[in-house]
């Protein structure tokens, strides 16, 4: 970056980043100003490869002009119609549509905004279910250690993710959580699925949960068929049909939050046609409108749907919950031209077809310093490092600043990398993002202590922070 041609940086005082370490990010920012196809343009002009699909949410690449053009016009033609009381014919299209893409049975959709709104309204449609069914009791809900479900109060409550949840105080009562599948110590390296101790596992929330808690007082389970947030999390053969055997046996709903794992991402539409399970209710969100306009859906089995439709009394609301923007005409535009792109490009396929060499990619950076397990499913890789006492995540932290440094934008969580690139993603453009990965590990880790000094990393960024002119 030349002295003589300063990047002029936004004034960044004001935004209150989510998810992020604003004080450390405003330090030495990184901002893209374009996307298209695989690729960022970040905003000192370099093409960064998008190793992440956005966050896990631009399966079909970015900027694609159908979804640009169905927007556009839909904002032009109707940009918001009431969605209580009323509503719009794309609504509707849109939820057949989404419908019709979902494992068989689960063919009624209530839309949200997001993953997050999408788990909550999960949560609320399975109590209001056993409620209008004559079971009120039946209302505790479980979730799983290590599970991300977003970040409302139901989410934080079934989700598993301790750092997400201790600083805010009392969390919804009535909730439990059955234990996470990862078993490095057995199955470091594993390509795949694990083979062994799916049911064993599986049985343990029978054994331990339900004998605690009483059956009859679950009103359902939920858990996302691999763990994304947690680290890529793949359960072992066997797992998710057990869970859904005891779930049938005590008549516990059983909720498949898919919101990373739905649109192609494991090689299958969802996690549920991957693993062969049915649940009783999918939620997802992100990929459903190529990441661009938000919106969530929350698909649930006819037979959920028909039971309020049976059992609510003549003209009441049989289901009071709702969002200013659930299924405004934009969000069903998006989606709607998604689900065109996934039908000719057939994306789920190219994934299924990718994921060998992916994996073989992945597992290649095996043997690497500090590289203590490497784990994948479809287009999903996960590198999880042996953590350095005293400073957790700087090894992931330093290799995604080094990763950026060098054009590739992965994810890191913990003492983990996730790869989870758009289902576009072209063969030498996985060979790229491993090497990089691969180069920068070995570059942070020749740098020993210095390697994980985050002001190391990043120079243009820090040339631009130089020139800010705030
Ligand atoms: N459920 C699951 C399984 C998710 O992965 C949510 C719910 C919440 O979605 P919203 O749209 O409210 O963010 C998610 C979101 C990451 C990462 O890199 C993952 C998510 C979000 C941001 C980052 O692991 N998942």
Redesign the pocket.
Known sequence: MSQSNPIKLPNMSHYWMP?TANRQFKAMPRLFKAAKGNYFTSIDDRQILDG?AG??CVPAGHGRSEIASAVGNQLLTLDFAPPFQASHPLAFEAAERVAAYMPAGLDRIFFTN??????DTALKIVLAYHRVCGNPLRNKLIGRERG????NFG?IAVGGIAGNRKAFGNSLAGVDHIRHPLDIAKNAFTKGVPADGGVALANEFEQRILTLHDPSTIAALIV?PMQ??AGVVVPPAGYLKRLREICTQYGILLIF????TGFGRLGTKFGADYFDVIPDII?C??GLTNGVV?M?AVAVKREIYDAFMEKSPAGAIELPHGYTYSAIPIACAAAIATLDIFAAEKLEDRAASLSTYFEQAAHSLKGLPMVKDIRNIGLVAGIEFESIAGKPSAMAFATYLKCFEMGIHV?F?GEII?ISPPLTIEKHEIDRIFNTIADAIKSVNAAGEAGLIVNNHLKNEQAWAMHQSF
């Open positions: 998810f992440t966050l896990w997001s993953g997050s709104e999408s788990v991300y479900h977003g970040v989410g996302e994304g947030s939050d898919e919101v990373i939620t969100a992100k938000p969530g994810r969580t996730a």
